[in-house]
Each structure stands twice: as C-alpha cells, then as structure tokens.
C-alpha cells in the first residue's frame, strides 16, 4: 500500500470553493455547528479536506485497513474479542485561536484540581473553613484516606490530566467531565492521528494540522524530571489484556518507551518498586498506572485485589517512587464536586473559571435539593459520586423527564432519604460536526476528549488535537465509546499560515548505548510461547498437507498404506484431533477446523493471536499484520482446498518467521521468541520420530518423516538412494547441520542460553545451561544405527525437562488463579 495512502497529489486549495460537498451540508443551526461556525479561513480548511475525502474511493477501507496494521481495537461492558476502532475519515478542525481559549481555561483549571487535591490530602483547610462540604470529599469511592499526609515526589498530584469537552448551540465549550483517575482516551487520539496521516498522505499537513508528537515527548520528560535518577526506569502498569484500554495501553508503552507490567511483574523491597525481569529484579523510578487506586496495593486498600503491587504503599510513604496520577486524585471526578469548583476558582485565586462546567447542584444541601426536585423535568439527574444508587442502579446520568408515575416518585422518595447521593445538571444541546457517511456530510452531534500534561518545568502542555466521539444519540452521559458511536480525529489549525511560531522543545543528544530495554519475565514467557504455538501451527499444517497427499497417493496406490494410519496417529498424539479413526479427509477437516479443540490448527492460530494480543508493544506493524490475519477458509472434505488453506498457514507463519529473523534485534526478546520455536521443534521431531518410525518403517514411511523436517532431497543427494531407517534418523535428528533437525535445535538452545544474563556470581552454570549441555552431550554420542524407542522417549524426556528449567529460571512463578486463561500445556 502506498505511503501516500488513499489520497494524493490532489491540489487542495487550487479548486473552487463552490465545489465543496459541504456546500450540500445542511446543520441544524440551532443546536450550533462547528463547520457553520468557523472563521473563513478555517472553513476554507474544512472544505478542502471535504473535497479530498468525497473525490477518493475508498477511503473508509484504507482506514479500515491501517487500523488494523496498527491493531486498534477496543471493548464495550460484556464483549469477549475486541471491536474494531470505528474512525470516520473527517477529522473535527478547530482553529488556533479557538483552541487557545480553550487551552488558556483548562491550564487555569488544571492547576485548581491540582490545589484542591493537594488540600484534601495535606491540611484540608477547604474542609474546615467551609469551603467544601465534607461528604463531597469522604463519598467517592476515589477518596483514599491512607493516603492523607502522604505527599508526591516534587508535590504533583497531577501529571496527566483529561477533559471531556461540548461546544453548545452559540459556540460556547462546557466542561463534562474531568479525568484524572486514569487516562482512557489518550493512546486513541493517538492512533487516530497515525491512522489518519497514513490513510490520507499528505492532507493533514495541507491543512496545518499541528502534530502531537512534542505533546508526548514533553508529558515523558515531564514524568522523568520528577524522578530522582537521572536515566530513569518508567513502567505503564496495566491491569492485563482483558483490560477494555489494553490495546490502548500497549501503543502508548511502545511509543513512549515504558516499560508494560502487570501487578504480578512488580515487587517491592525495602520501600522500593522493582520488575522482576530475567536478570533479576530492577528498579522502576516511576509508574503511569491503568489501575484503579483502591487496586494497586491489596495490603493497603482492598484487599480482594489481584491485580495489584503487595506493600506499594510503603514506596509511596518513602517517597522515591513518582505515580501519575497520585493515588487517590480520582476524588476530583465525583460529579458533586463539579458543584463547588465555581466557588473555589473563586477561594483560591480569586477570579471564577474561565472555562465552566455544566451547572450542577449537589442535593446535599436543602435548598439545592429542594431546586433539583421541583426542577426536575428540565435537569439532568446523576449519581453523585458516579455509583449505582437507587433509581440509578447503573450510575448513569438520565433526564429527568425520562422518571415518571412510580418511578418518579421512587426516585424523589430515594432523593429524600439520602439526598446526598443525587446531583442535578442543566441540559445542554452538544453542537454537531460533518461526519462522512460513504456518500455524503451529515451533522452529527459530537463531544472532545482532549489532554493536558505537565513538562519537565513542571507547566502544562495541552495536547493540540484530541479525540473527537461522534454519537448518533446526542447524550452527554455515556462511555468513551458506545454502540454505534464514531471516533474523528481533532485537528487544530492556523488560521494565518505560520501563525504557530512557538520552537519545539530540542533535547539534547542522549549517551550513544547499545544495551536493550529490560524484559520482564512475563514477556519473556510470553515470547517463549509465542514461539511455540507458532512453530506446533506450522508443523500441523505439514502434517495435514502431507496425510492428504499420501490419501491420494493411497488411492493411486503410490505410496504405503501405513503413511496415512502413521501421520493420523502423529495428529492424535499432539492434540489436534481426538482420535486417528476415520477418513484422512475427515481427520484433516477436524485438524483444520474444529475451533472447539485448542489443539486444532484454528484453535492453534487463535492461540498465537491471543498470546500476540500479550505482545503488542514489542511486536513490529508487519508482524502484527501476518498475526492477525484469519484462518484460512476451506470446503471440509475437499482435499485440494483444505490443502490449500494447510498451505496458506505454512506461508502465513512462514513469512511471521522472516519477518522476525530479519527485523528483530538480538537481544533477550528475539532470543526467547526463538528459544520457542527451536524447543518446540526439539520436541515435535522426537514426537514425529516416534509415531512415523515404531520399531519399523517403509521407504514411504521415512519419505513422509524426511519431508515433514524438509531433508528429503537433501538425503537423495547425499545417499543416491532410497531412505533407510538409520541414515534418515541421522539427518533428521543427529546430524548438527540440518536447520530442522534436532542436534540443530538443541545446538541453538544452548547459544541462546548462554548469551542470557545469569545469576550466578561464582561463574557456574544455571539449571537450563545444565539441562541443555546434557541434551547436546547424549546427542553427540548416539549412534543412528543403535537409536531404539527407549532412547528416543529418553531424549524427549530431556527435551520437556530443558523447557520446565527454562520457565523455572526465568519466568514468573504463580498458582493458577480463579478466571484466568493459562496457555494450555504443550508435550
């Protein structure tokens, strides 16, 4: 695909005005529209980039197509595989001088929440001179007394914050919803800028959209400055992949450099936080956690957690360990305290908010309580602390209107007896934006998350752009992304060419190194397996080729009769049919598809896919794309298609293995991934000996095992003659030159293991070097003509035992939890 993407060499501001699509959009200008609305010299934006769209074809499929390069994907409540990120190809563009009042009101607002949060957790003088009623503080569930005294490295509460973002009816922007707890949003509106450049070439440069890159690189410094060393270790702390914002989580550790741990990754001692990697424990200086504060340390806040770090708290209290954002600033989002922030702009800087949120009042207090319930049909009626509460058993916001006969009185009743739990909102009409549908412009109503995050002076920089959500529904009150919602890229631009004069921030060049980030063990683990499941997927597609071609063979009474019963057998012996009875087409229809059996070739692949899914900061775009492709489709029982689809999945991992073998730097990551493949073939050699060799075998018999390792032309070159039972043996197993053979395998085991970091400081070898000397030693010695059964199931032994060394090294330890999918055994 061209890097140029759908849309090139279209000359964007040569073509008349009056050709533009958006010439046909027809708004609804009471609800205000932000192309509508715009300064001339922005509209002109707006329609240069409208004409682009509707004058490509296939614009949506590119997109389509670079999202899933880029493996975006996200979750709704209930979903158990992932969605694909809906991007509509028309960006929402707002002006530089638009976007600096908005920039302006949020730097004000950003450093209030900071003030706020650092009195509640330090002196509370809010509290005590009245300011701030104290149950708007002690009924979010985000307020985390143990943390009450315990301050910040360089006393930021804040590093990252978010802010969902309407423009109403006569282009005013209200505030919705502010984020601080966890960042959900920021990586999309990342992603959507990558996707939309690629799809789109050279248009957003056109225009003058302002890029994001400098707004990441100052939120990285930001958060390393606070450190107290000066190469600081950072690690993204997600709760794992079944996590809605986990692909989302792992672009964002991959494009910012952090390192993407789990709670069970972690470990404190003597107050500080290490990462258990396979060199052994390292320092991590900073945390940008995904977690929920009351999850991140189940000895110190719940402690039905699983997910978290035991004894975190004591890094904080020691305060060497800096965490954005601080534990416990999620007390900051409860809808109440959007009620007083008016009034303690007023308290503490003594001038009001240059940028207002939504009025609200906090039924906690008699009159406002009394104003909610005779207003009630005009209102917006929440939780006020954003938990399900009765008449709102899903926390969400409703109408007013929508409660009424017994509903209305049982929620009334409810405001009653703890009116404390219940805020009211004015109703506002979000404004509407040009979303493309395939054929047309249509307004549709929209809302902005954008992000602001401090540098390392400690000011803060606001992204300039952000994501934009697209709702059919028009309601203010719903996820990041519901059914049926769009996401839109959010471009600021210049309205003067130029205009933008501020420098991008010139580090200074870093110390020339050579040495690899650190990998955790779970990584690790997870490369390892990778491999693995890559490796058993291709030699199952072999297999399957090979047991069709020797049905037909059979059928022309071609080949020996016992080829097809043995390669079954190999089938059933790994797993991936149930049993070797019944037809060779058959037995290959059930180890192509039966997606019920993990051990099938399509359970094989959704197994890599899976496990990729664990990987996605440290896989390359090509590689994700080869992953992510589906099972090969077939007719079941048709030998040629089914050859057919064994074919394209040998290619398919084929290419996965050249595009690591070639892109992938030789460091502990490449060299776990690759330990995989080569224990994983160690094994399926022995195995393949053992079932297509008993004691016995024909020349179609050692054909059919020569051609699975790809060695027979090799042996007819080297012998002139027709396979016996002991050269063949040799090449397929002894003989040290043969890359598919197994001396070659365990020969590259014990490369990989030797140049993995021990430790050990008196210089003696680990188990697994152990183990792996072992192996390569009895190799040496076997001799092809005295190889029997015993010795090979000995070999095999050895082989499974060389893998339970390695995951015992260099993997985490854990019992198997309650609800968690471990990968399924492999012998």
Known sequence: MSTEGAIADVDLFGLDPNASPLALYAPDRSRGDIYADAPAAVARKWDSFARAISASSGIEDYLRRHVEDLGLGYRLTGDEQERPWPLNPMPVIIGADEWQRLEDGLIQRAELLERVIADIYGPQRLVTDGHLPAPVVTGSRDFTRKMVGVPPPAGRYLHVYGVDLARGPTGEWRVLADRVRLSFGIGYALENRIALSRGTGSLLPSIGARRLADFFDAMRRGIASTCAREDPRIALLTPGRFNQAYPEQAHLARYLGFALVEGRDLLVQDSKLFVRTIAGLKRVDALWRWINARNLDPLAFDSRSEIGVPDLFSAWADGGLVTANWPGAGVIEARAMSAFLPRLAEVLFGEPLMLPNLSTWWCGQEWERDYVAANLDTLMVSSAFREPVEGLEDGRTRPGSGFTGAAREALLQAMARRPMDYTGQEVIRIGTTPCWTG?????????IRTFLARDEDGRWRMMPGGLARLSQAGELRTPLMGEGDLSADVCVVDEVPGANVAQAHTPSSPAIRRAAKILPSQAADNLFWLGRYSERAQMTARVVRALLSASSMQSAQQVSETVPDRLARLLARWGVIETAEGTP??????????????????????????????????????????????????????????ADAAERVMERFATLSGITAESMSRTAAWRFLDMGVRLERASLSLQATLEMVPGSASADDLTSLLDLFDCHYLYRNRYLAIPFIAPALDMVLLDPDQPRGLAFQVQQLADHIAALPTLRANGMPEPPMRAVRQIAARIAALDAEELDHDALEELLEQVLALSDAIAKRYFLQREPQAGRADKPSIQ
């Open 439 to 447: 054929a047309h412009f249509e307004p549709r109503g929209f809302t």
């Open 585 to 642: 087409e058959e037995l290959a229809a059930a180890a192509l598809g039966d997606v019920e059996r993990c051990g099938s070739l399509a359970g094989m692949v959704d197994n890599v896919r899976q496990i990729a899914r664990l990987l996605r900061d440290r896989l390359f775009a090509d590689s994700w794309r080869v992953i992510n492709r589906p099972m090969p489709g077939f007719l079941p029982l048709d030998s040629d298609s089914m």
